[in-house]
């Protein structure tokens, strides 16, 4: 999932291709509540980083 800083609250990630060099940024929705639910349930104190997936910043 990551710790967006750009706005953008989607899952974001890189496919590198060995073959050509190329790379492909994709960004995909994702359950942002549920995730912020698990990290709250597994991690005191996690309050900022639930913030953070959840405004993108």
């Known amino acids: 999932m ?4 750009d706005g953008d ?3 974001g990630c890189g ?4 073959e050509t060099g190329e ?3 994709l960004r995909l929705d994702c359950d ?8 709250e349930e597994r991690m005191p ?3 900022e980083l639930a913030g ?6």
Do not use: N, S
């Open 2 to 5: 990551g710790q967006p800083r």
């Open 9 to 11: 609250t989607r899952a």
């Open 15 to 18: 496919v590198f291709d060995t």
């Open 23 to 25: 790379v492909e940024f």
């Open 32 to 39: 942002i509540d549920a995730v912020c639910a698990k990290i």
């Open 45 to 47: 104190h996690a309050d």
């Open 52 to 57: 953070i997936l959840k405004r993108g910043y």
